[in-house]
């Protein structure tokens, strides 16, 4: 009974943030929106395989989702210390929204190629790459400091829940629909986030403190993590783990069409497992 009721009480810490109207709200939309990211980087690479024959050209769909966060994060996480936070996370899904959608419609109307295919799936990656430093870092205003933790598990858990099943979604809406409807569900996922963000009542957090400019800001950044002894050694894992992953993640397609000659479905589930996994 006492592990029960300790298990119980580990259950409500981790759900205590959900008591909150703000993160609740934006807490669901992002996993919508979450979702709709798996789905569309998930077509967008079935989609490469089928209209092209270089294995460049379908690793480089893997590459344009995740290179905006490379080049675009350490700014992203400046512009939300610099300006209103509310306003930085409803431009970056106002452009994926819209990125998303002309792919969408030009996919429909059988006009995608390679190329465009690659611009929008990084210009989508990039509204990505701006949100998510600003959602984390809004966290802290969203909740009490002793919930923060909590609040921080339950975007993992987010995440992890996409992974596993939107793949799943994913594979039936294109085996049932196609891809372009795959990519019009994703447009249609950054609508939730925005309308949530519309009724976030940001609070005032207005000081006298004069504002650092971008660039000085983010050589601070810099500097800070390289004296950080344990931020560098995070920061190196993660190095680590996520390059070597990248190739793995950038080969599924092809490893799901061309060595297991299997379908979309086999891709759902070989993308399922790293979800299920994590």
Not at 60 to 82: C, E, I, K, N
Not at 165 to 181: D, E, H, Q, T, Y
């Amino acid at each position: 009974m006492a592990e029960i009721a300790v298990r119980n009480v580990g259950l409500r810490t981790a759900l205590q943030p959900l008591r909150y109207s703000s993160f609740a709200a934006l807490w669901a939309t992002t996993l919508t929106s979450n979702f709709g990211s798996m789905i569309q980087t998930m077509a967008a690479a079935w989609v490469m395989v089928s209209i092209s024959d270089s294995t460049f050209m379908v690793a480089s769909v893997q590459a344009a989702a995740s290179l905006p966060v490379m080049l675009f994060a350490l700014l992203a996480g400046t512009l939300a210390d610099s300006f209103n936070r509310k306003m930085v996370m409803m431009s970056a899904q106002i452009v994926s929204l819209v990125a998303s959608g002309a792919l969408a419609a030009l996919t429909y109307a059988g006009g995608v190629s390679p190329f465009s295919l690659i611009i929008f799936t990084f210009i989508i990656g990039t509204g990505y790459a701006l949100h998510l430093p600003t959602w984390q870092s809004s966290i802290r205003v969203q909740v009490p400091a002793h919930v923060v933790p909590s609040a921080v598990g339950l975007n993992a858990v987010s995440f992890n829940i996409a992974r596993c099943l939107a793949p799943a979604l994913g594979g039936w809406i294109i085996v049932s629909s196609g891809p372009a409807l795959a990519f019009l569900v994703n447009s249609l996922t950054y609508l939730g986030v925005i309308a949530a963000l519309l009724f976030w009542k940001l609070p005032n957090t207005k000081t006298a403190i004069r504002r650092e400019p971008i660039f000085g800001s983010m050589i601070s950044g810099i500097r800070y993590v390289a004296f950080a002894g344990t931020m560098r050694i995070t920061l190196c894992y993660c190095f680590a783990f996520t390059f070597c992953g990248a190739v793995l993640w950038a080969m599924v397609p092809l490893i799901a069409n061309d060595l297991l000659e299997g379908g979309v479905s086999t891709y759902a589930y070989a993308l399922s497992s790293f979800g299920f996994g994590a």
